[in-house]
Nanobody, 124 residues
Framework: QVQLVESGGGLVQAGGSLRLSCAASGRTFSSYAMGWFRQVPGKERVFVAAISGSGSITSYEDSVKGRFTISRANAKNTVYLQMNSVKPEDTAIYYC?????????????????WGKGTLVTVSS
């Protein structure tokens, strides 16, 4: 069983930066690919970024490429999402996810574990 706890959400002005963190329980963190998704109320949850267990492979949704960076610290059981040059359309609840298969994170299907989310609000 893996528990995921997100933190770092809050209110930020457009053009600013924010770093989200996701702390994972368990001793097998490095065996899981990790990802971030976001959801606007009334809309479906969508993929934002993912990273392989070793950290050597990353993937991003097109609208965040060049602005967001996903990274992980396996010694700390933590994955991060650095959000730069944020836009009002980045406003959403951001969810951390873990899966043994990276491609499943990219598709959002059959995800093994989800966090409860952290709210990011970008003001214009």
């Amino acid at each position: 069983q893996v528990q995921l706890v997100e933190s770092g959400g809050g209110l930020v002005q457009a053009g600013g930066s924010l770093r989200l963190s996701c702390a994972a329980s368990g001793r097998t963190f490095s065996s899981y690919a990790m990802g971030w998704f976001r959801q606007v109320p009334g809309k479906e949850r969508v993929f934002v970024a993912a990273i392989s267990g070793s950290g050597s492979i990353t993937s991003y949704e097109d609208s965040v490429k060049g602005r967001f960076t996903i990274s992980r610290a396996n010694a700390k059981n933590t994955v991060y999402l650095q959000m730069n040059s944020v836009k009002p359309e980045d406003t959403a609840i951001y969810y951390c996810a873990a899966d043994r298969v990276l491609i499943e994170l990219k598709t959002g299907n059959n995800i093994d574990y989800w966090g409860k989310g952290t709210l990011v609000t970008v003001s214009s």
